[in-house]
């Protein structure tokens, strides 16, 4: 029943790629040939090809422009490449008496920011930002000796905590020991 | 002596990359309508289409010692201008629409895309189908619409769309019949 014609039918899919290309005229001339006999026996393709040549040709009409258009787009186009023209050959214009000296020049203010960068003590590159730690009370920070203070106590705050770790293990050690003494003793 | 205007496009690309970039203005005159549609096709706005197609003018100029001739003049100028189009649209959003709108009020600014010779209903039908099927023209992936477009309107063959897209002409034909099969759903009640 191929060839019963409904509303929402398009090609028979297996042609239904090959037909689009057959309306495009995008066939070769075997192809073409045998398109051409199936679209005699197969009224449902042969709709979907007079659809096309129906649709296809309207969708998104070009304009209709003056000659008047055309000529002024003209003129436009080409003022805008002399335009940009003369930007190039503007820089060109203005770099090339530079180029005589201006690698020299770059040369030299380089070399000379390298020797200074090497000429200058490293203790003054070193970064201030570091030291001023967010943890810390805003009135703290407005003496610099106080936060050296409250820097050097937090070392002895650590070296007090490790102290008392290592005093702990040796602690258990020998109350482990004590242990064992007093139950032979008892035995 | 042959003048300028017979000149093939790589003789004149031979002699702008020479230095003599006045050739270039033959260059333009011949393909300023092409450019100038393409542009069109993708943005349907006239002043739009004018500025993108004199920009890809300009580009082409600016980038014409790049042109190596291996491709056409045309295909690599073509892809300009298709570049052009998709950056604009990508960076200005979806205003094809609109501008389909508007012009379908204008009269003789859109055709339909059915017979509109008798009641003021079948009117509103074609104008309803020519809407439709220009929104999915829009809603297509970029490269579809573009595929469409310089086969459709421009009447670009598919070897040549290959050239322009940098794919193959399988991919090109893929496209295409992608494109037209969602055309015709988006119609199906209208065809």
Redesign the interface.
Known sequence: MENRVG??E?ACKSY??DL??YY?A?TGTGERAALAQHLAHCLRCRK?VD??G???P??????E?PQAF?DN??R???A??DE??AQ?HGWRRWLQPMNGWLVPAFGTVAIAVFAIALMLPKGNFTSTGETASVNIPAEVLVDSNQLEFFKSLEILESLSTLEEQDGAKPARKTSQIENQRSARALA | MESSQDLGDEELVALCQQGQ?HY??VL??RY??KA??IA??FT?N?ETA?DLS?DA??RA??NITRFDGRSSFYTWFYRIVVNLCLDHARRNGRVFWESLDKKADEPGG????VDTRSQPDQEAIAGEATRR??AT?ESMPNKQRTAF?L???QGL??ADIAKVMKTTEGTV??Y??RA??A??QS???F?
């Open positions: 509303p929402l398009g239904e790629e689009v290309l495009y995008e979907f659809d096309l129906r649709v296809l309207q969708m998104a009409p070009k304009p422009l055309w787009y003209f436009e186009t080409v805008k490449l940009q023209s190039q | 970039g270039f203005e333009v005159r300023m309508e100038f549609h069109y096709d349907r006239k004018k004199q003018f300009l100029y600016a859109q055709r339909q895309l099927a220009n023209l477009l086969r459709n309107q063959p598919i034909r893929v295409l019949h037209v099969a055309l015709r119609l199906v009640e065809v």
